[in-house]
Structures are given as C-alpha cells and as structure tokens.
C-alpha cells in the first residue's frame, strides 16, 4: 500500500532528511512508485507539491529534497495505487478549505466500494481515498461549530476514523495547519526529538545527520511514518485503532479505539493494468 510521513514542530523546520529516505522507498527500496505528494504549512498557507511519478526518480522530488522549506507542520505521501488511475488528480494529499483554513489529508489503505455521504465536498479524482476525505470534511462542517477547539475535533475524528477503520484499513494523517491528527489502522510510527539531540542514519539511503548542529534546546520535533526511517533511533510503534493528536511537537491528546482486522496489506498489491493518465490537471 502507500505510506504516510507527517512533521509537528514547535518552530519552522524543514523536512529534507526523512523526506528523502521516504522518496527512495517510491520505486527503488519500496514498490510506491505510483506518484508522490507534500505539503507544508507557512501560517495559513500551503506549498504543495505533487508529481504522479515515482518519486525515487522525480526531478520535482529531488528538487523539495534539497529545498529546505520551514514548516511547522508538513503531510507526505508516497502512493502505491489500488483504487483509482495512476494520475495527479489522484495523487495525495489532497487539500480542501474549511472555515478560512486549508485541511490537508493523506490517506493510507483501502476501503472497497465505499460511498460518500451527501455534503459540498466532492472528489475530483476516483479514488476511495478522497471519497474518505470528503465525506470526513463534510461530517466535519455539518457537525461541528466553526470556532471548534482541537479537543472538541479528535472527538469528532476519532469516531468517524472508527467508523472507516470498520470498512476497511484507514490509517490517516489530517491537518489545518495547527494541530495534526494521525490514526493508525494498522501501521504507523512515531519519534518525537528534543535536547540533547544527536546522530541519525536513514534505513533506505546511506544519509546521516547530527541534529544537534542544526536544532537548538528548545526544539521539539516529531516525525510521524508509515515505518520508522531511521535505524538507530527508537521510535514509538502505534497499536492498532491507536490516535493522537499532536500541536508544536507534543501529543496533546490520545486514544485509541477497537478496530476489525482487514485484508493484509501485502495482499493489496499495485494493479498493473492502470491506464497512466498523464493529463490530469492538479486540483
């Protein structure tokens, strides 16, 4: 299937080291060559990036790899299609206003044949995964007031997460640009860096990186995956039906909730008889 990688930070940083262990698991140490996406947050803006590419070979993702862009907050995914044309219309995350803010959601998993309550929100693509979306914006506006705190919105998500984790794998990360939310399906990680900080080497390309020339003691920083991208740290291994809630860096709310085991995920492979539709215009 995909894979997810998202960042909460409590100061701008940029994401170049584990974006580019993730861009090598797009078509050369993993089979996600399907198309790629990033987005990161500057205040209410967004810089998006998209490219139906496998992005172990993207010049686009070359280029974010080397741009050290600061965000607070910062949602990637890496595709390995199962539902939906291999196009940019398709490719995550996918992004939608609400409330004079910009969501972000990236979506990893499969839920066949699911169908999307009626609401303003609508796909533009055909994919199962930005029904999800939409149909998560949608319960969103019509149940929830606008000045919503971030607690008053994990209720929320976490029920409608339960309720697509039942039909079938949803791991997900969802942000407005304040908070990041993230459920876990199946599989996810977690790895949160503060002072003292220190080496790490990535699993899927020999890069190393000293944070501690790079941060300062008061930066916090943490970094949410689909499967650690490093290997001499320790990350934190989701449970399965487990959530949180994350703003500058820390958890600030988590749960976790009973969830059905679903099709493995090895048995959902990339079609290879997609057409490759090259034409489609980004949203």
């Known amino acids: ?9 409590n100061t701008p940083t940029d994401l170049c080291f584990s ?5 090598r698991r797009g078509g050369e140490t993993g089979p996600h060559k399907d198309g790629w996406g990033v987005a990161f947050y500057e205040g209410k803006g967004v810089r998006l990036f998209h490219d139906p590419e496998p992005c172990a070979t993207s010049q686009i993702a070359q280029f974010v790899s080397n741009l050290p862009i600061k965000s607070k907050t910062a949602i990637c995914h890496i595709r ?31 839920i066949p044949g699911f169908i999307r309550r009626t609401g303003v929100y609508e796909a533009i693509g055909d994919t199962d995964s930005e029904e999800l979306f939409c149909d998560l914006m949608n319960q969103i506006r019509q149940n929830l007031p606008r ?3 971030p607690e008053q919105l ?14 079938g794998v949803f791991n997900c990360l969802l942000s407005n640009g304040d908070w990041l939310f993230s459920f876990c399906s199946t599989k996810m990680a977690s790895i949160t860096r503060r002072a003292p900080f220190g080496p790490a ?31 001499d740290e320790n990350w934190d291994l ?24 679903h099709k493995a995920e090895n048995a959902m492979v990339s079609p290879r008889n997609l057409p490759v539709d090259r034409c489609d215009s980004q949203q």
């Open 1 to 9: 299937m995909c894979e997810l990688l998202g960042m909460s930070a």
């Open 19 to 23: 974006f580019t262990g993730l861009t």
């Open 80 to 110: 390995q299609a199962n539902v939906g044309h291999i196009s940019l219309s398709n490719t995550h995350p996918f992004t939608r206003e609400l409330w004079g803010r910009c969501w972000v959601f990236a979506h990893n998993g499969q």
């Open 147 to 149: 000045d919503a705190m």
């Open 154 to 167: 994990a209720s929320t998500l976490v029920a409608l997460s339960e309720e697509y984790a039942r039909q």
């Open 201 to 231: 080497c990535l699993k899927d390309v020999e890069v190393k990186i000293d944070f501690a020339a790079e941060t300062t003691p008061q930066d916090v920083v943490s970094i949410i995956a689909t499967e650690p991208l490093t290997h």
């Open 238 to 261: 989701y449970e399965r039906g487990e959530w949180k809630l994350w703003q500058a860096g820390e958890v600030i709310a988590s749960g976790k909730v009973d969830v059905p085991v």
